[in-house]
């Protein structure tokens, strides 16, 4: 069985934990990167984004996942465009996965310069197939001339309902699509408390409406956003499938970071470890009890 290991909405909290396991587990995995979520880690720890970046791209596969994440505003988003400010104006679905494509170029090419990142496309470094995933939504767009399977079920579009005209274009536009079959079950508090956060402040935000930049490790929100099932649960779930040739699995970095930050002393080291300072063991026992059944590990530009 192949599985595709897929880490959404970073590069945040937890990327960093999420790619130390892949490496001391030896895995590839796809990240399907959001700008704005990015933003607000670059502004906590710049110097760890671009690591993460850098790892990212040599060593993995790099996905569009819009910039915007559509501010968790789903059904408006695929509907009308993303509002982006107190006027009528609106971006398109399509030109705010072009403006992540080219938020995510500009660092790749601080990183790695100019001459090396084709800016008319996102890629990693061992990457020639553009993916992308649609925030919020399981749909599926994916060209069966090169991602041949003999899975019948495998061009599964469960959201298709909103999502249709948007996937074709972004398809057009040159990404292969793809939704998962598997998602390792978390809560997600934090988009609703960024959806009452606008409810509440629409009135007064003053010029563009950017997610906020919420402190994961706080007391107030480093429980949110975890896990709800152990690895097991997920694993018994793809044992039903196992006849499956192939498996994508969804996860959210943030799902893995630690608990506390060193420098909030109002949680102690104590209830932090107590708490979440070890949810990467549980991604390395996931790794490696699929590595008992002889799961391959391959990231999603090599879906055939
Ligand atoms: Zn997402």
Redesign the pocket.
């Known amino acids: 069985m192949d599985v595709y290991l897929s880490f ?2 970073g590069i945040q909290s937890g990327t960093k934990q999420v790619l130390e396991t892949l490496k001391a587990n030896s895995v590839k995995a796809t990240f ?1 990167l ?1 700008g704005s979520f990015s933003n607000h880690y670059i502004s906590q720890d710049e110097t760890n984004f671009l690591c993460c970046l850098k790892d990212i791209y040599e060593n993995h596969s790099i996905g569009n ?1 819009s910039f915007s ?1 559509a501010n968790e505003f789903y059904s408006d988003y695929y509907h009308k465009g993303l509002k982006i400010d107190n006027s009528d104006l609106r971006r398109s679905v399509t030109d705010d996965f072009k403006l992540n494509k080219n938020w995510i170029n500009t660092y790749l090419a601080r990183i790695f310069g100019e001459k090396k990142i084709n800016e008319s496309t996102l890629l990693a470094a061992n990457q020639v197939i553009q993916l992308g995933r649609l ?2 939504r399981n749909a599926w767009r994916i060209n069966p001339a090169i991602f041949n399977s003999n899975q019948a079920n495998f061009l599964i579009s469960i959201d298709d309902v909103d999502t249709k005209q948007e996937a074709d274009m972004l398809f057009q536009d040159g990404y292969q699509i793809f939704g998962w079959h598997e998602e390792w079950k978390m809560k997600f508090e934090l988009s609703s408390d960024t959806r009452s956060f606008f409810k509440q402040n629409i009135e007064t935000i003053v010029g563009e409406y950017n997610s906020p930049n919420w402190d994961l490790h706080s007391m107030e929100n480093f429980k949110k956003d975890r896990l709800t099932e152990d690895y097991q649960d997920l694993i018994d779930r793809m044992m039903t499938k196992r006849n499956s040739e192939k498996l994508i699995i969804l996860m ?1 970095d943030r799902a893995f970071r630690t608990g506390y930050k060193k420098n909030n002393t109002n949680i102690s080291p104590e209830i932090s470890i107590k708490y979440f300072d070890n949810e990467r063991e549980k991604l390395s026992k996931m790794i490696n009890t699929l590595k008992q059944y002889n799961a391959r590990f391959k990231t999603l530009d090599k879906f055939y």
């Open positions: 959404d909405d399907f959001t996942h994440h925030p919020g959210h």
